[in-house]
């Protein structure tokens, strides 16, 4: 028997090894139900000839690439925070020394900087396309509803990020970023609570940063894993695809993830190379720089909230972010024809545009 | 005098005579109940001229001025109140402006730099004896000294409201000395304290303490005084040692290693001007050169020594701190010129990467379909 | 059969290849250190601060020293830190010696253990005096 098989055998004699390879392919590896009684060769095999549509294709590739980005946002992170100090004094000198004098310290930070904001594209990306497809039908609610959560979660994962470096850029971008949050309703007492106010000072800092590495992220682990656990168990949306071919997990799938990661290490190197992120120096709370406004995803909520009076604009954002959580239990009511829900998704699309180039402007 | 009289003088006077009043008015005796009569006599309360200039009344003459004046600021019961010093007219009577003034035209009184209607308090901003104005008040008749005084490093400063003398810090207003050059240094250095202790310590100090020369004016001028113009060390070196003797190739060493030292600190500031377009973060390093500059200003007044060694000691530092903030410089434009060309080598090779893993699949797929 | 073994020894390797490049490149990130910004640490102290009665415990770049003069305007400079755990030595001045507060280690005032748990020298380190000043480097 070769080494490995030997090794196998002990530790199966010892430990469920099926049990293990469920909990690592319960993030994404595998897409199937795995039954832990069987011994892990068998487990294996049974994954390697199950067969699954082609995920690789459009559209399900936006759920795999959300995934690696998310793995590769968690590792850079850590590398980053081997060396970041989340203190008012140092944070910034700190972030300094990543770009600039420690060895790749430049290409992790913009890794990871790059790779936020393309999260957040892809993600919204996402809802548009479960409107589109309809998704939202049953059994797939809560599909729906927890990919809205992934998305409000990684929102507020960037935005606590978003302060970290504490440059001039950081600084005030939040400061307008919680100006906008300030002003819709539930979410702003909720902000408050999280993180102790409205204004920055020395320990909102530490609260940002404690949110940003463990809280979101935890948040995001367990939201990921509920994810996948209701597709292994109602199966992807079938589509009309435009080839019924069925791929095996082993070799094909596990493949094309390898081949998808080496695309998105190359996307984000090639940003990192080309559009590197530029500190402003420290930040200033006596200055504030011209141009510089809310990070680009919350633009839209700028014209919601400044021209409807009284307040109410707060309160329709809120309502908004409420209907979208709760759509799959009245949306099948009112969107029934297939078209319909193809031209409200090209709709809202637009308007999201039209309003975030709106906030552009008047930022 | 009854208050209303005293009301009632003022105006009086001021009727014949409205220029000159209403110039007084401003002034500070008007202030403090010094009018017409107080110096000039007369009847403050007629309009006929006969009547108002009787009265011993007098225009006071030049030559009494001084004495005119020191009848009540000598008087320490009267200035006392005020907090004035009483001394001017014997310091005036004893010093070059005062003494035998009635006999030179061009000597000058108390009038001539004091004003004589308009005379105002010190802080006030047109008072000639103003610290703002007293450098014009003394060019009346200093002209030359002014135009010297005005092309220096002290006015210079001066007008950015830095610490620097005018006229009246180093000369006594009514004292006004011609320094004895056995003196200057200890002037020099009542502000240039480290200047004056490091040029004792050297040879300079020793030679000046028995011979008088050189002194701080000898090189740096006395009113002229420029940044930098002791580097000129012929004009400044040269005038005492012959160009070849060895205290001059002293001093071109002197000279060379400071201008070298400037020229690194210059140098390095041009790159860190450099890396900040690119852009490089760069406040780190920019606070490291002020310690360089520093140093450097140190090691300039540590040069009145003459001691080679010395300035060595801090120049070096300041040296150090310049080429490492060069090196370091230099290191990090240096890696980000290889970025790009570590990109192309990395795309080169993630495509090789993936055209294995698909062909690899392709033949792991027609493998498992031939079984 | 031999195609097989090229195209998936090709394979390996790259991983293998791969899996090197990102230890090389994880390394290098990791193992910054900050440089010392002094390429030789010394300290100047004026010598009417240290006294028999009054020696001075200082910082040579990263390294904790101790300063002491002894008899006749001899100084000497020996390193604080306790060759066992680390610890920060205090000066005995009666009896000469240097004691470790962590395990009562024990070393002369040369720097020799003499009892207790360390049993390496402490570092000494340069003195020289100039004018009135006197200067400790490594």
Redesign the interface.
């Known amino acids: 028997m070769s080494p490995i098989k030997k090794i196998i055998k002990w530790l199966e004699e010892r430990i469920n090894l099926t049990e293990i390879f469920s909990f690592f392919s319960a993030f994404g590896l595998y897409y199937g139900e795995i039954d832990t009684k069987d011994s892990i060769e068998e487990a294996l095999k049974k994954a390697s000839i199950k067969e699954l549509p082609p995920y690789g294709k459009w559209p399900h590739v936006l759920g795999i690439l959300t995934f690696l980005l998310f793995v590769f946002q968690i590792i850079t992170g850590m590398?980053l925070a081997?060396?970041y100090q989340p203190t008012l004094l140092s944070a910034y000198?700190s972030t300094?020394e990543i770009?600039?004098?420690?060895?790749?310290?430049w290409l992790?930070f913009n890794i990871h900087r790059w790779g936020a904001d393309l999260l957040i594209i892809i993600l919204i990306f996402r809802i548009a396309r479960f409107f589109y497809h309809q998704v939202w039908e049953k059994p797939r609610e809560l599909f729906w509803i927890i990919g809205i959560a992934i998305l409000i979660v990684s929102m507020g994962s960037f935005l606590t990020g978003k302060l970290l470096p504490f440059d001039q850029n950081s600084y005030w971008s939040t400061v307008r970023n919680l100006e906008i949050i300030e002003k819709i309703p539930l979410i702003a007492s909720i902000f408050n609570f999280l993180v102790g106010g409205f204004l920055i000072e020395e320990g909102t800092i530490i609260r940002f940063y404690f949110l940003h590495i463990v809280v979101f992220p935890l948040l995001l682990w367990i939201l990921f894993y509920l994810h996948f656990s209701t597709v292994r168990r109602v199966g992807l949306s079938a589509l009309e695809l435009k080839k019924e071919e069925k791929i095996?997990f082993y070799?094909?799938h596990l493949?094309?993830l390898?081949?998808a990661t080496?695309?998105i290490?190359?996307i984000l190197?090639?940003l990192s190379?080309f559009f590197s992120f530029?500190?402003m120096?420290?930040a200033d709370p006596l200055k504030t720089p011209s141009g510089t406004g809310p990070s680009w995803f919350m633009l839209f909520l700028i014209p919601v909230i400044e021209y409807i009076p009284w307040g109410l604009g707060g309160f329709l954002v809120l309502l908004l972010l409420i209907l979208l959580f709760l759509f799959p239990f009245f949306g099948e009511r009112i969107f029934r024809s297939k078209t319909l829900t193809k031209v409200l998704t090209f709709f809202f699309v637009f308007l999201y545009l039209i309003l975030s180039f709106w906030g552009f402007r008047i930022k | 005098m009854s208050l209303l009289s005293i009301i009632l003088s003022i105006s009086l006077c001021g009727t014949c005579h409205p220029d000159t009043n209403s110039i007084f008015q401003k002034s500070i005796h008007n202030t403090e109940g010094v009018h017409c009569v107080s110096c000039h006599g007369g009847d403050p309360n007629t309009l006929d001229e006969g009547k108002a200039h009787s009265q011993n009344f007098r225009k006071i003459p030049r030559n009494l001025i001084p004495q005119h004046c020191g009848s009540c600021h000598s008087n320490p019961l009267l200035m006392k109140p005020y907090g004035i010093s009483t001394d001017q007219l014997s310091l005036y009577l004893s010093s070059i402006h005062g003494k035998d003034f009635e006999k030179s035209p061009k000597k000058p009184v108390c009038t001539d730099c004091h004003g004589v209607h308009e005379i105002k308090k010190k802080d006030e901003p047109e008072g000639l004896t103003n610290p703002f104005n007293v450098v014009r008040t003394c060019g009346k008749c200093h002209g030359i000294i002014l135009q010297e005084y005005l092309s220096s490093y002290h006015y210079e400063a001066w007008k950015e409201r830095k610490n620097s003398p005018i006229c009246v810090t180093c000369h006594d207003p009514h004292l006004p000395l011609k320094f004895k050059t056995a003196d200057i240094d200890k002037l020099c250095g009542r502000c240039h304290s480290i200047s004056r202790e490091s040029f004792m310590d050297g040879p300079h100090g020793k030679f000046f303490y028995d011979k008088g020369v050189p002194s701080c004016g000898d090189c740096h001028g006395y009113h002229s005084i420029k940044r930098s113009r002791t580097l000129e060390i012929s004009g400044t070196c040269g005038k005492c040692h012959s160009k070849d003797s060895k205290e001059f190739k002293t001093a071109e060493k002197l000279s060379t290693m400071l201008l070298q030292t400037k020229v690194e600190i210059e140098r390095t500031e041009k790159i860190l001007d450099d890396a900040e377009k690119i852009p490089i973060a760069v406040e780190d390093y920019r606070a490291r050169i002020e310690e360089a500059k520093t140093f450097l200003m140190e090691a300039l007044i540590l040069t009145h020594s003459l001691s080679v060694e010395k300035n060595e000691e801090t120049l070096e530092k300041a040296r150090l701190i310049s080429k490492e903030i060069e090196r370091e410089i230099h290191e990090k434009m240096r890696n980000l010129k290889w970025r790009r060309f570590g990109l192309f080598v990395f795309w080169f090779y993630i495509f090789l990467t993936i055209f294995i893993i698909m062909r690899y699949k392709r033949w792991l797929i027609k493998r498992r379909s031939e079984k | 059969m031999e195609r097989r073994n090229f195209l998936r020894n090709i394979f390996g390797g790259t991983i293998i290849l791969w899996v090197g490049g990102i230890f090389y490149f994880l390394l290098s990130y990791l193992s910054y250190a900050r440089k010392g910004k002094e390429v030789f640490p010394r300290v100047k102290i004026p010598s009417r601060e240290i006294s028999p009665s009054k020696p001075a415990l200082i910082k040579v770049g990263e390294e904790h020293v101790w300063l002491i003069e002894n008899e006749g305007e001899i100084f000497s400079a020996i390193s604080a830190v306790c060759t066992h755990k680390r610890c920060i030595l205090e000066w005995d001045r009666e009896s000469k010696r240097f004691i470790c507060p962590c395990h009562k280690g024990i070393f002369d005032k040369e720097g020799n253990p003499i009892f207790g748990p360390p049993s390496k020298p402490l570092k000494r380190f340069n003195v020289f005096k100039k004018g009135d000043e006197i200067i400790v480097s490594d």
Do not use: H, M, N, Q
Request: charged letters at 20%; aromatic letters at 20%.
């Open positions: 590398l081997f060396y000198e300094r770009i600039r004098d420690i060895s790749f310290g992790i095996t070799p094909s493949f094309s390898l081949t080496f695309i290490i190359f190197v090639t190379v530029r500190l120096g420290k």
